[in-house]
């Protein structure tokens, strides 16, 4: 089951389909020309920006505000395109307002940590890349660790737990386990013995 989103002037939309009993919703793009649909993984709620942007790295001749986008194959057909590689096409961003209180941080703010964060952080890996984490990115944009953290945690994911401490914690749980059997039956032999 796919839907699309009304009342949008995007050149993409998100779709809700059942996968494996459950219901997902990502964003999906559709040619113009041929039909040919393409889908991106995580989250739903991208900035559209950065949605437009990983289309447009997937071969993707799309803009930000416009219905029509054009797949791989029929973008080096378009007549829009003529040649041209990909391109993202956005309208000017809006003039930076200063800091008030609780606010949400503005526009400039917000699409700086996105930029970062697609740069910085492997969604696949679920970890920074060396020298980048939560902490180096809200240094960076005067953001709290915490908004940074959240931000990260809704538009890109987790941090995912390295396969070598996996495997220890593992292993510590297993131990753990043993310890707790060894202990009841201690507490048993003592009880027989009173």
């Known amino acids: ?63 930000l505000h416009g219905r029509k986008s054009h797949c791989p194959k029929c973008a080096g057909k378009s007549k829009l395109n003529k040649g041209k590689a990909s391109k993202v096409t956005t309208k ?32 696949e890996q679920g970890d920074y890349q060396e020298g980048w984490s939560d902490r180096e990115i809200a240094k960076r944009t005067d953001l709290s660790e915490e908004f940074v953290r959240r931000t990260r945690q809704e538009a890109y994911g987790d941090l995912k737990t390295p396969s070598e401490l996996s495997r220890a914690l593992s292993d510590c749980l297993e131990m753990q386990s043993m310890v707790e059997g060894l202990v009841k039956e201690v507490r048993t032999v003592i009880h027989k013995y009173r």
């Open 92 to 123: 000017k961003d809006p003039v930076a307002k200063p800091k008030n209180g609780g606010a949400s941080p503005n526009p400039k703010i917000m699409r700086h940590l996105h930029q970062l964060l697609e740069e910085h952080f492997d969604e």
């Open 1 to 63: 089951m796919t839907d699309r989103r009304s009342g949008t002037d995007r050149s993409y939309y998100i779709s809700h389909e059942m996968i494996e009993d459950r219901m997902v919703a990502r964003p999906t793009a559709e040619c113009a020309e041929c039909g040919a649909v393409d889908y991106l993984g995580g989250n739903p709620h991208l900035p559209p920006e950065i949605v437009v942007k990983k289309f447009a790295q997937k071969g993707w001749d799309i803009t």
